[in-house]
């Protein structure tokens, strides 16, 4: 018995498991999408290549123009200035609603209910008429002295109304989002931090902020974007960012088609480079999941190991 089991051939793997004689399964179906997405876009090419109606040379002419520079530079940096207002008050109002003094925490969701609820476009409006109600603005303790006071009309200028009423309404959003990244974190990191000696400190910076930075950064960077392409309403009040700056030159050109493509490429542009730069912080604040992701489970390594024993 010893000898027949020695001697025992080995066992072949059947021809229909051969993995190397595998074919792809044909699908029909894939094919049939393909054709149509590929005879659509060159549809929609030839629509652009042939129609005279867009202009391209007043497009192309038009595109790195002075008046068109300045007004893309306006509206960047109307972008970045209410994104980093907004960064600022959305971390305190996220503060303040998880504080457990409620009436910090009743304000606090005040704040974001309403700049939530009211749209963009009707608070830039009424920021910019804000010497309707406030014809002064003045410094001094309440109910009693005046120290200085302005003239709200000579102070709330096109971009005073535009920072104001961007920021305000970008920290509604950004609160949120602050207060949902800090949430996701594990109330075990914090115990644990605070149990090895951590102060609140150090536990909010070295341990919670980063772990929330995975959950901050993709719904901060769609924000951003959003802001940028929000930063086209404040054209409203005349301020020269740059749908208004193209408006300008077709208001007197009458090339209303070829100056919205400009806009539209330069929009396109930033908010392209802007997403770039979104994925690579995210995959720096991704790579501890990204590593515990690859890690093998441990139902797969007992089945490598069966599959070696075998």
Known sequence: MTAS?????PATVPVDDDVSAARPRLRPLRWIVSV???????????????????????????LFYPTVLKGLAMSVFITVIGMVVGSLLGVALAAGQNSDFWPVRLVCQGYVAI???IPPLVQLIFWFNLAYLLPQLS?????GPTFASWSSTELISPLTAALIGLSLHEAAYMSEIIRSGIGAVDAGQRDA???MGFSRRRTFTRIILPQAMRVIVPPTGNQFISLLKGTSLVSVIAMTDLLFSVQLIYNRTYQVVPLLIVACIWYLAVVSLLTVFQRRLER?????????GNRPSL?????NRGRNVR
């Open 5 to 9: 089991l020695t001697e025992r051939p």
């Open 36 to 62: 149509v997405l590929v005879v659509l876009a060159a549809q929609l090419v030839n629509f652009l290549v042939t129609n005279e109606r867009f202009g391209w040379d007043i497009v192309w002419g038009y």
């Open 115 to 117: 700049f939530r609820g």
């Open 139 to 143: 410094i001094g303790i309440p109910f």
């Open 193 to 195: 931090a605070m149990a």
């Open 284 to 292: 720096r604040y991704g790579r501890g999941e990204r590593r515990a």
């Open 299 to 303: 139902w797969r390594s007992a089945l």
